[in-house]
């Protein structure tokens, strides 16, 4: 199965991804973790994509994209994938349609769109907490750690992302308006927009997609 998932930052991607990708059986392509991953490599594209990270703007479409691409070609993306935070503008979905229509293994199935008011998602980023050794996501209020400060899974420290820091938080909402949310027009045009309340529970909301998933395969 071939699906996006889309919502502002903050509403529950990360979390979701995770339990889509057991229970679909495909990979989870994060742009963000990606990019995050090539800023802490040092490489090219980590070099020139850290300062947009930083203050909270876009990635410049090219680099993303080749990024995107490059992931894309590899083996386990046959039977499909789940990307999270890619496409963020209408440049990148077309770009995206046209890839996935040159290399001919099928095109976008699912756009699923998770809504959160924006006033709920600046509580959610700003208690985020990161592990600085294996990535996973806590949150001070809704999913702490069993010690403070510490990630159950690896022991390391927890980090608030530089990008989940209060000012970053607000820039990266009007990113969103600006340049994500014309996305949700554009697919539900194409009848690939499934729409999700994205406050309920974690669970009810995985419930959900997979529900919405299953009626339109
Ligand atoms: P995320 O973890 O998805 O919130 O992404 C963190 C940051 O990575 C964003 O604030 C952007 O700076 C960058 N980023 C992630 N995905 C994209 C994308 N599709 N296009 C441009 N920039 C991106």
Same mark, same amino acid.
């Given at each position: 199965m071939r699906v996006a998932l889309l919502g502002p930052p903050g509403s529950g991607k990360g979390t979701q991804s995770e339990v889509l990708r057991d229970r679909l059986g495909v990979p989870h392509i994060s742009s963000g973790d990606l990019l995050r991953d090539a800023v802490a490599r040092g490489t090219e594209l980590g070099r020139a994509a850290k300062g947009f990270m930083d203050r909270g703007e876009l990635v410049p479409d090219d680099l993303v994209l080749g990024m995107i691409r490059e992931r894309l070609q590899a083996g386990d993306c046959n039977e499909g994938w789940l990307l999270d935070g890619?496409?963020?503008?209408l440049a990148q979905a077309e770009a995206l349609d046209r890839l996935l229509e040159n290399e001919g293994r099928g095109g976008l199935q699912h756009v699923v769109s998770l809504r959160v008011p924006l006033e709920d998602v600046v509580v959610r980023l700003g208690g985020r907490r990161t592990c600085g050794g294996c990535g996973r996501l806590y949150h001070v209020k809704f999913q702490p750690p069993k010690?403070?400060?510490? &990630?159950?899974? &690896?022991g390391a420290a927890l980090v608030t992302r530089r990008d989940d820091e209060e000012a970053t938080i607000r820039a990266r909402l009007g990113v969103y308006e600006r340049q994500t949310a014309p996305l949700l027009a554009y697919y539900s045009k194409r009848g690939l927009l499934r729409e999700v309340d994205g406050t309920a529970a974690p669970s009810n909301v995985s419930g959900e997609i997979l529900t919405a998933l299953k009626d339109r395969r």
């Amino acid at each position: 199965m071939r699906v996006a998932l889309l919502g502002p930052p903050g509403s529950g991607k990360g979390t979701q991804s995770e339990v889509l990708r057991d229970r679909l059986g495909v990979p989870h392509i994060s742009s963000g973790d990606l990019l995050r991953d090539a800023v802490a490599r040092g490489t090219e594209l980590g070099r020139a994509a850290k300062g947009f990270m930083d203050r909270g703007e876009l990635v410049p479409d090219d680099l993303v994209l080749g990024m995107i691409r490059e992931r894309l070609q590899a083996g386990d993306c046959n039977e499909g994938w789940l990307l999270d935070g890619f496409p963020r503008t209408l440049a990148q979905a077309e770009a995206l349609d046209r890839l996935l229509e040159n290399e001919g293994r099928g095109g976008l199935q699912h756009v699923v769109s998770l809504r959160v008011p924006l006033e709920d998602v600046v509580v959610r980023l700003g208690g985020r907490r990161t592990c600085g050794g294996c990535g996973r996501l806590y949150h001070v209020k809704f999913q702490p750690p069993k010690a403070d400060g510490t &990630c159950d899974a &690896c022991g390391a420290a927890l980090v608030t992302r530089r990008d989940d820091e209060e000012a970053t938080i607000r820039a990266r909402l009007g990113v969103y308006e600006r340049q994500t949310a014309p996305l949700l027009a554009y697919y539900s045009k194409r009848g690939l927009l499934r729409e999700v309340d994205g406050t309920a529970a974690p669970s009810n909301v995985s419930g959900e997609i997979l529900t919405a998933l299953k009626d339109r395969r």
